[in-house]
């Protein structure tokens, strides 16, 4: 009894996690995160840049009487300021910390039994009722598991992960703080990236430069599921030579690797550019992958070149569509527009059609450019593409002699305002498809002319008339949940103004401005608040309620 | 005979007992109860702590009016029995002591107070026993 009395010292319950290598600050993968601490990608001298610690400390559960505390600060009285790292063990003052438990999952969620096919009926038969209780001796647990890993048929990419290679990350070259190219930059997985840096580099030592080789960005396979066996090659799909003054040759034949050597004073086939194609599964599974390059030369006095990469991920069996947007537009993507096919008679054709669009999503509705030198006669299709919600005013002068023909000058400014391939209908929604012809807008055109009624008179009496403004009126409205608003074109209007052309008298000239623009309307009715019904009681007696007596 | 054999520092020690125990079994429920709400407690170990204090409480009343009784009427037996149901008492002080399911420093202070009491009155039982 005497023994008993005095209390044996039980450790309290052991911690789930090591408060030394947790770190809730670094996110980014094999890169030094700016004032984390606790980073392991950090150096010391990244360490001495730092000005605060961000995470200060990291302390195990403050509920148990004793824990484990990561203690990180910065000292910046030292020269340079290094970090510091305490382990600790802190103490709980209250009187109603835990000491010691007896029950195994006591302060950290269990892992719940995945199911498979061999313990379903086990599962449903304990979980499958109304109401379950936690009882510990039941539960199949291991706690060597890691969480819901049941070999290979698990694993699968999915959006941001970055791809694995054999031995590392795919690895996309991008600027980190400066414009030099950082090695470090792993690709994610359905994320298009598009990058540009600078690499330093000399035509001695060009042939040992890892970085300008084609070698380097092909040489590791990629890995078609995440830890797994089985490995995707990257293929050459095209080389495109550039050469001193930026001409570019598309190489065709053998697509052997062209490593860089020394040629003529110059070093050539130094890589400038880099991009990648990925052909991917519905199941996140990697099944193709291509790169494009672009070789080019560097003469002895080029001391860095800027590469440029890319990466742009298809799913298998479907065509890359361009969308400006899904659904509803977003703000800086081309319009999207198109024609309907000739020899279809309304409404017919409305129903069986489908549109004809531009393949290239930037051409398919645009207006005039402003050109430096404003004549819009020298401005010959210089067309720059509708984006939504950028409201566009372009324009040019037109200098009108008296020598110029008044229908070739009207049918030379029509064709100038509207451009070549004035397009019938507009998408309503970003990702609209060419076979839902409903889903698309007809473009309203009008023509007004500037003259007064006064002026109407004299109108008849010479019909030339120009146009000297074309007006482009996108109305949308926000169509959707309130919380995420999609934006949708309801009506395009396209306003020609005319003007009447005076006759001048001849060795006279005049410089009228000839505009056009873009504007983009809002005319999303307002949110009404809509109220749930207020709730009722809902008593009902059952039908037998009284039974011996009714 | 007019000396008194009946122990003081026991009977004492009862009464100190008793208050001390039913302030116990008060903190020791509350902190079950308040302990089921805010920690995961499975039903299993939330069934045997309770009945485990209740019979504690149970044991206790009863060991410390027999211990009493003994002592005041001075007769052995009662005292003897009550010496026999100490090491239940102690084994159960030392099961919330150790292996609750979560032992908080309150129970940790408490038990131990609770043990330091039995193993003071064990010791004063005997030696009352020895002088009747």
Redesign the interface.
């Given at each position: 009894?005497?023994a008993?009395?005095r209390?044996?010292p039980?450790s309290g319950p052991a911690p789930v996690t090591d408060v030394a290598k947790l770190c809730v600050c670094d996110l980014l993968v094999a890169e030094c995160d700016v004032n984390c601490c606790c980073d392991p990608d950090c150096s010391a001298a990244e360490f001495s840049l730092f000005t605060t610690c961000s995470v200060p400390i990291v302390i195990g559960d403050s509920r148990l009487?004793s824990q484990k505390a990561a203690i990180y600060s910065l000292d910046v009285e030292a020269n340079p300021p290094e970090r510091i790292f305490k382990l600790i063990d802190q103490s709980n003052p209250?009187?109603?910390?835990?000491?010691?438990?007896?029950?195994k999952?006591?302060?950290s969620f269990s892992p719940s039994p995945v199911p498979t096919s061999e313990n379903f009926d086990q599962l449903l038969e304990e979980f499958g009722s109304a109401s379950f209780?936690?009882?510990?001796?039941s539960w199949n647990m291991n706690t060597d598991a890691q969480d819901s890993s049941d070999g290979n048929e698990t694993y699968r990419y999915e959006y941001g992960v970055p791809i694995q290679t054999v031995d590392a990350f795919l690895r996309l070259p991008s600027p980190v703080v400066s414009s030099w190219c950082s090695d470090a930059n792993p690709a994610g997985f359905l994320v298009n990236q598009a990058t540009k840096c600078t690499r330093s580099v000399s035509v001695e030592k060009c042939v040992d430069i890892q970085a300008v080789s084609m070698l380097f960005y092909i040489n590791s396979s990629i890995l078609a599921v995440p830890q797994s066996s089985q490995m995707v090659n990257i293929t050459v799909q095209s080389i495109v030579v550039q050469s001193l003054n930026g001409m570019q040759t598309l190489v065709n034949g053998s697509d052997g690797l062209r490593l860089p050597m020394i040629l003529a004073g110059l070093c050539i086939n130094v890589v400038l550019g880099v991009s990648y194609h990925i052909t991917y599964t519905d199941t996140g599974e990697i099944i193709e992958a291509a790169a494009a390059f672009v070789l080019g030369a560097i003469n002895k006095e080029a001391l860095a070149i800027q590469q440029s990469f890319g990466i742009s991920f298809t799913q298998v069996n479907t065509e890359p569509v361009p969308l400006s947007g899904n659904p509803g537009y977003v703000v800086g993507l081309p319009l999207r527009a198109g024609f309907k096919p000739q020899g279809y008679p309304f409404p017919v054709g409305i129903v069986c059609a489908a549109l004809v669009l531009n393949t290239n999503k930037y051409s398919q509705f645009t207006i005039l450019q402003s050109i430096a030198n404003q004549d819009c006669l020298a401005a010959q299709g210089a067309r720059t593409p509708i984006l939504f919600g950028y409201n566009m005013v372009s324009g040019c002068k037109l200098r009108i002699t008296s020598a110029m023909k008044c229908q070739l000058l009207s049918q030379t400014l029509l064709d100038l305002l509207k451009g070549q391939n004035f397009p019938e209908y507009v998408a309503s929604f970003g990702n609209s498809q060419a076979q839902d012809v409903l889903d698309w807008v007809p473009i309203t055109h009008l023509h007004t002319s500037e003259q007064t009624m006064r002026e109407f008179i004299t109108l008849l009496q010479s019909s030339c008339q120009i146009p000297v403004s074309l007006e482009i009126e996108v109305k949308w409205t926000k169509y959707g949940s309130l919380v995420n608003p999609q934006a949708r074109i309801v009506n395009v209007t396209a306003t020609i103004t005319s003007t009447t052309l005076q006759q001048l008298p001849s060795g006279r000239e005049r410089i009228i401005p000839i505009t056009s623009s873009v504007v983009f309307t809002d005319i999303s009715s307002p949110a009404e608040p809509g109220y749930k019904a207020w709730p009722t009681i809902n008593v009902k007696l059952p039908f037998d309620f009284f039974f011996p007596f009714v | 005979s007019s000396s008194q054999l009946s122990s003081v520092p026991l009977q004492v020690l009862f009464w100190v007992n008793g208050i001390y125990y039913v302030c116990y079994f008060i903190a020791s429920l509350a902190m079950i109860f308040c302990k089921s709400e805010v920690y995961s407690y499975p039903d299993g170990f939330l069934f045997s702590d309770l009945t485990l204090l209740f019979l504690m409480a149970i044991l206790e009343a009863l060991r410390l009016y027999l211990g009493a009784r003994g002592n005041l009427t001075e007769a052995e037996a009662p005292l003897g029995i009550s010496l026999v149901m100490t090491p239940g008492s102690v084994f159960l002080g030392v099961y919330f002591l150790l292996w609750q399911a979560y032992v908080l420093k309150a129970d940790v202070v408490l038990n131990s107070v609770l043990l330091l009491l039995y193993g003071l009155e064990a010791v004063l039982k005997l030696k009352t026993i020895a002088a009747f």
């Amino acid at each position: 009894t005497r023994a008993a009395a005095r209390a044996r010292p039980l450790s309290g319950p052991a911690p789930v996690t090591d408060v030394a290598k947790l770190c809730v600050c670094d996110l980014l993968v094999a890169e030094c995160d700016v004032n984390c601490c606790c980073d392991p990608d950090c150096s010391a001298a990244e360490f001495s840049l730092f000005t605060t610690c961000s995470v200060p400390i990291v302390i195990g559960d403050s509920r148990l009487c004793s824990q484990k505390a990561a203690i990180y600060s910065l000292d910046v009285e030292a020269n340079p300021p290094e970090r510091i790292f305490k382990l600790i063990d802190q103490s709980n003052p209250s009187i109603f910390c835990i000491h010691a438990t007896n029950y195994k999952e006591a302060l950290s969620f269990s892992p719940s039994p995945v199911p498979t096919s061999e313990n379903f009926d086990q599962l449903l038969e304990e979980f499958g009722s109304a109401s379950f209780s936690a009882e510990p001796g039941s539960w199949n647990m291991n706690t060597d598991a890691q969480d819901s890993s049941d070999g290979n048929e698990t694993y699968r990419y999915e959006y941001g992960v970055p791809i694995q290679t054999v031995d590392a990350f795919l690895r996309l070259p991008s600027p980190v703080v400066s414009s030099w190219c950082s090695d470090a930059n792993p690709a994610g997985f359905l994320v298009n990236q598009a990058t540009k840096c600078t690499r330093s580099v000399s035509v001695e030592k060009c042939v040992d430069i890892q970085a300008v080789s084609m070698l380097f960005y092909i040489n590791s396979s990629i890995l078609a599921v995440p830890q797994s066996s089985q490995m995707v090659n990257i293929t050459v799909q095209s080389i495109v030579v550039q050469s001193l003054n930026g001409m570019q040759t598309l190489v065709n034949g053998s697509d052997g690797l062209r490593l860089p050597m020394i040629l003529a004073g110059l070093c050539i086939n130094v890589v400038l550019g880099v991009s990648y194609h990925i052909t991917y599964t519905d199941t996140g599974e990697i099944i193709e992958a291509a790169a494009a390059f672009v070789l080019g030369a560097i003469n002895k006095e080029a001391l860095a070149i800027q590469q440029s990469f890319g990466i742009s991920f298809t799913q298998v069996n479907t065509e890359p569509v361009p969308l400006s947007g899904n659904p509803g537009y977003v703000v800086g993507l081309p319009l999207r527009a198109g024609f309907k096919p000739q020899g279809y008679p309304f409404p017919v054709g409305i129903v069986c059609a489908a549109l004809v669009l531009n393949t290239n999503k930037y051409s398919q509705f645009t207006i005039l450019q402003s050109i430096a030198n404003q004549d819009c006669l020298a401005a010959q299709g210089a067309r720059t593409p509708i984006l939504f919600g950028y409201n566009m005013v372009s324009g040019c002068k037109l200098r009108i002699t008296s020598a110029m023909k008044c229908q070739l000058l009207s049918q030379t400014l029509l064709d100038l305002l509207k451009g070549q391939n004035f397009p019938e209908y507009v998408a309503s929604f970003g990702n609209s498809q060419a076979q839902d012809v409903l889903d698309w807008v007809p473009i309203t055109h009008l023509h007004t002319s500037e003259q007064t009624m006064r002026e109407f008179i004299t109108l008849l009496q010479s019909s030339c008339q120009i146009p000297v403004s074309l007006e482009i009126e996108v109305k949308w409205t926000k169509y959707g949940s309130l919380v995420n608003p999609q934006a949708r074109i309801v009506n395009v209007t396209a306003t020609i103004t005319s003007t009447t052309l005076q006759q001048l008298p001849s060795g006279r000239e005049r410089i009228i401005p000839i505009t056009s623009s873009v504007v983009f309307t809002d005319i999303s009715s307002p949110a009404e608040p809509g109220y749930k019904a207020w709730p009722t009681i809902n008593v009902k007696l059952p039908f037998d309620f009284f039974f011996p007596f009714v | 005979s007019s000396s008194q054999l009946s122990s003081v520092p026991l009977q004492v020690l009862f009464w100190v007992n008793g208050i001390y125990y039913v302030c116990y079994f008060i903190a020791s429920l509350a902190m079950i109860f308040c302990k089921s709400e805010v920690y995961s407690y499975p039903d299993g170990f939330l069934f045997s702590d309770l009945t485990l204090l209740f019979l504690m409480a149970i044991l206790e009343a009863l060991r410390l009016y027999l211990g009493a009784r003994g002592n005041l009427t001075e007769a052995e037996a009662p005292l003897g029995i009550s010496l026999v149901m100490t090491p239940g008492s102690v084994f159960l002080g030392v099961y919330f002591l150790l292996w609750q399911a979560y032992v908080l420093k309150a129970d940790v202070v408490l038990n131990s107070v609770l043990l330091l009491l039995y193993g003071l009155e064990a010791v004063l039982k005997l030696k009352t026993i020895a002088a009747f």
